[in-house]
């Protein structure tokens, strides 16, 4: 197949979108000669989702935060293809030493070099480099060599120098800081010395740095963005189990997710009560801590729904806080939950409105029953006794709540990062309290 031919079929297909680009090039594998199809598998830019190619410009440092299964290896892969071979958009020129450095020697080896979406894989017969074990190197025919270094020796890096580096789940290397800073020690290499970071998250001091350090580009990718190439039972299964936990944020989504070290709630805390279906509750309230305004740069509305079941467990159903809101949209938010979920009262924070936001309320339906609540201390004071329900096991979580999750583990005794009003919290804690820690006469049992 002739140069030619190869960029003719790529000027051809790159205006398409991705899924049409794919479903063409499997028809045409059906019948096209087997060399056709060996180069147009390693024309990874027909292949590749955006957030798989090198943002434009270069800067010294493209970060890929991605899930499990999302396509990180082959993102780093086809990136030290392109710098050894000089291929755009990867690099203008060949790059003649490069760092490939993961968490031990056997890492680099397996998931790489070797590995199913690994350098070995991706190069056409004629342009593969051959891999030396021995010497713990690759080397491509036209010279490029790529040098194996492990996060266990930070040592080894020190006297190499390199014009690129391939740096594999950063976030899991042990000695994580000071084989970082024997590597850039060791990038003097070229004009643009650029290395390619790819890892799943943990909110390690290093990633979290990079983030807001202007000379890094960041892409992100999710498990389900790479779904069309992995099993679909494994994308369902993890899915349905880990959909919205931390772990899920984290291993699928690719966040970092974290948590205040002086909050009431903890990560760890919130995972034990997680449950997939509640019991019949005999009570169940919606809570509403309004805005100060109804200016559209307003706080949040907070509105959390959560029950009661017949043994005195409280059960988190739903966080449906909305964001600049004027208050008829929340009020009738507001009673729509109420009806949905069939519950037994609106509570309602009345310190920013008084009246005014019972009225708005009873304006949308005026049978709906509100019980109007007033903060006359601190909200880490107010909090501290729902938290400590959720340390003695009595409340569960009906599936997982992201934003209000975040909001409670980073809530500490100074509030908030930013001074941001923890709109979800206080609806939260008003739901808590008016089912579990104000007294009540015996409720009546319902189905869900």
Request: aromatic share 6%; proline share 8%.
């Amino acid at each position: 197949m002739s140069h030619s031919s190869v960029r003719s079929l790529l000027d051809a297909l790159m205006p398409l979108p991705l899924a049409e680009r794919v479903r063409l090039l499997k028809r045409l594998a059906e019948t096209a000669p087997p060399d056709w199809i060996e180069v147009i598998k390693a024309q990874w830019t027909i292949w590749a989702r955006p957030d798989q190619l090198p943002p434009s410009p270069w800067k010294p440092v493209w970060l890929v935060l991605g899930g499990r299964g999302a396509g990180k290896t082959r993102t780093g892969a086809e990136w030290v293809k392109g710098m050894a071979l000089g291929h755009p958009p990867f690099a203008g020129r060949r790059t003649d030493r490069i760092a490939l450095v993961g968490e031990t020697q056997g890492q680099v080896r397996d998931v790489m070099i070797e590995g199913v979406s690994g350098l070995l894989s991706i190069h056409t017969r004629w342009e593969r480099p051959v891999w030396q074990p021995s010497l713990r190197r690759l080397q491509w025919p036209n010279g490029a060599i790529a040098q194996v270094f492990s996060a266990e020796d930070p040592e080894g890096l020190r006297g190499p120098q390199f014009g690129a580096a391939w740096c594999d789940e950063l976030a899991k290397w042990p000695n994580l800081q000071e084989c970082w800073d024997m590597l850039q020690f060791g990038l003097r290499l070229g004009e643009l010395p650029r290395q390619v970071i790819t890892t799943t998250p943990r909110p390690v001091p290093l990633l979290k740095r990079l983030l807001v350090e202007p000379h890094i580009a960041v892409s992100r990718a999710r498990t389900q963005d790479n779904r069309y190439n992995l099993a679909a039972e494994f994308v369902r299964a993890v899915t349905e189990t880990y959909g919205g936990t931390r772990l899920g944020r984290q291993e699928l989504d690719g966040e970092i997710v974290e948590e205040s070290p002086d909050a009431l709630w903890t990560r760890a805390m919130l995972e034990a009560v997680r449950e997939r279906q509640h019991p019949p509750l005999a009570r169940i309230a919606v809570a509403v801590d309004p805005p100060a305004t109804s200016s559209q740069r307003a706080d949040r509305c907070g509105l959390v729904v959560a029950g009661i079941d017949e043994a005195g467990l409280g059960h988190v159903l739903e966080d449906a806080t909305m964001a600049g809101a004027r208050p008829q949209e929340w009020a009738e938010k507001a009673v729509a939950l109420y009806r949905r979920h069939e519950a037994d009262a609106l509570v309602v924070e009345v310190n920013q409105g008084g009246e005014m936001v019972e009225s708005v309320i009873r304006e949308v339906d005026a049978g709906v029953p509100v019980v109007s609540v007033r903060a006359t201390r601190g909200k880490y004071l107010r909090a501290e006794p729902v938290a400590a329900l959720y340390a003695q096991g009595r409340v569960r979580h009906a599936g997982a709540f992201p934003e209000l999750e975040d909001e409670i583990c980073s809530f500490g005794p100074g509030g908030l990062e930013g001074g941001r009003s923890p709109d979800r919290l206080d609806a939260l804690v008003w739901a808590l309290t008016h089912l579990m820690l104000a007294p009540r006469g015996r409720p009546r049992v319902r189905g869900m």
